[in-house]
C-alpha cells in the first residue's frame, strides 16, 4: 500500500506570494492533519480535515488554510508568505473509527524557502 | 492543555550502550502518548505508542517505552545503540479521548541522538 504522498518536495517563493501545497493521504484514510516543523518552534500542528470538513484547528494565522476534496486530498494554502514561514510542512493520514484511536502516517513533506 | 517536555535536546552514546531518551508530559484527561523518529529529509515514523493496557510497550527497532504517571513520564529506551539509531526522536501527546476525533498531536521539541563508534 503507498504512503503518504506530498508535492512538491521541494518550493522556493519570494515574501509576499501565495504557495499551495498537496497531500494524498494512504488509501482509506479520511482524516488528513496538518504541521509545520521549524527549528525554532519545533512540531506545530496546523490543521485537521476529515470529510471535507475542518474539525480542528492550531494556533496560526488566516493566511494559512487548507481544504480537503472529496477522494481525502488535502491542499494546504499559504497567503501572502513570510520569511518565517519558511519550514518543512508534513502532512499525516489516518483512518476513522468510533472509539478507536488510529495512529497518524506522515508524508516526507514539503520543504518550503520563503526568500 | 497538554504539553510535552523532551530533557535534552542532544544526546550522544556509543555503539552498543543504552539508550535513554526522556519524555515528561503534562495532560488533564488520560493521555495518548507516542514517540516518532524522524530520519534527515524524511517524515515521522512511528515507533511505539501508549494508549490504553500495559504500560511497558514495545515498538520497532529493539525500542521500548514505560509509561509512569505517577511521574508523568514516557521515556523511551534501547538496550543497545546502533549507527542506524542516529536520528532525531519525537515525544507526543495526543488529545484522543474515545471519540472518532483522530486529535491533534502536540510533540516536544525534539532529540536529536548521536552513535558513536
Known amino acids: 500500500k503507498a504512503g503518504v504522498t506530498q508535492t512538491p518536495r521541494y518550493l522556493i517563493k519570494t515574501r509576499g506570494q501565495q504557495v499551495t501545497l498537496s497531500c494524498s493521504p494512504i488509501?482509506?484514510?479520511?482524516?488528513v492533519s496538518w504541521y509545520q516543523q521549524t527549528p525554532g518552534q519545533g512540531l506545530q500542528f496546523l490543521f485537521e480535515?476529515?470529510?471535507?470538513?475542518?474539525?480542528n484547528k492550531g494556533n496560526f494565522p488566516g493566511r494559512f488554510s487548507g481544504r480537503q476534496f472529496s477522494n481525502s486530498r488535502s491542499e494546504m494554502n499559504v497567503s501572502t508568505l513570510e520569511l518565517g514561514d519558511s519550514a518543512l510542512y508534513l502532512c499525516?493520514?489516518?483512518?476513522?473509527?468510533?472509539?478507536?484511536?488510529?495512529?497518524?502516517?506522515f508524508g516526507p513533506g514539503t520543504r518550503l524557502t520563503v526568500l | 492543555a497538554q504539553s510535552v517536555t523532551q530533557l535534552g535536546s542532544h544526546v550522544s552514546v556509543s555503539e552498543g550502550a543504552l539508550v535513554l531518551l526522556r519524555c515528561n508530559y503534562s495532560?488533564?484527561?488520560?493521555?495518548?502518548l507516542f514517540w516518532y523518529v524522524q530520519y534527515p529529509n524524511q517524515g515521522l515514523q512511528l515507533l511505539l505508542k501508549y494508549t490504553t493496557g500495559a504500560t511497558l510497550v514495545k515498538g520497532i527497532n529493539g525500542f521500548e517505552a514505560e509509561f509512569k504517571k505517577s511521574e508523568t513520564s514516557f521515556h523511551l529506551t534501547k538496550p543497545s545503540a546502533h549507527m542506524s539509531d542516529a536520528a532525531e526522536y519525537f515525544c507526543a501527546v495526543s488529545s484522543y479521548h474515545g471519540s472518532s476525533n483522530t486529535g491533534k498531536l502536540i510533540f516536544g521539541q525534539g532529540t536529536t541522538l548521536q552513535v558513536k563508534p
Open positions: 495532560s488533564s484527561v488520560p493521555p495518548y
Open positions: 499525516a493520514s489516518s483512518l476513522v473509527g468510533q472509539g478507536v484511536y488510529n495512529e497518524q502516517f
Open positions: 480535515y476529515f470529510s471535507e470538513t475542518q474539525r
Open positions: 488509501s482509506g484514510h479520511r482524516s
